[in-house]
């Protein structure tokens, strides 16, 4: 079992950044991939960005060249640089993590709302 817990997000003007934390505790030893996935109002749940344990990243057209993952595997943390944030960049960010014996065995934080005003 994997817990994941996000943090950093907030209210922010356009134009501005936000730094998103997700603390990953548990069975640390089962996790692969991990990745920060988004979801607006009335909206399917999107991938923003994701990264392998090796540092391999991955992102979705709308935030690519303004938003930035990476990860510290000794914390067993992964964290999401928000820049140049629009108003469409409005929902709630999910932290989600992989399990690497099964691929099929997803992990989910609990969310974190991220507002962006114009």
């Known amino acids: 079992q994997v817990q994941l817990v996000e943090s950093g997000g907030g209210l922010v003007q356009a134009g501005g950044s936000l730094r998103l934390s997700c603390a990953a505790s548990?069975?640390?030893?089962?996790?692969?991939?991990m990745g920060w996935y988004r979801q607006a109002p009335g909206k399917q749940r999107d991938l923003v960005a994701t990264i392998t344990r090796g540092g391999s990243t991955n992102y979705a057209d709308s935030v690519k060249g303004r938003f930035t993952i990476s990860r510290d595997n000794a914390k067993n943390t992964v964290y999401l640089q928000m820049n140049s944030l629009e108003p469409e960049d409005t929902a709630v960010y999910y932290c989600?993590?992989?399990?690497?014996?099964?691929?099929?065995?997803?992990?989910w934080g609990q969310g974190t709302q991220v507002t962006v005003s114009s």
């Open positions: 989600n993590a992989v399990n690497i014996y099964y691929s099929s065995r997803y992990y």
């Open positions: 548990g069975s640390i030893f089962s996790i692969g991939a």
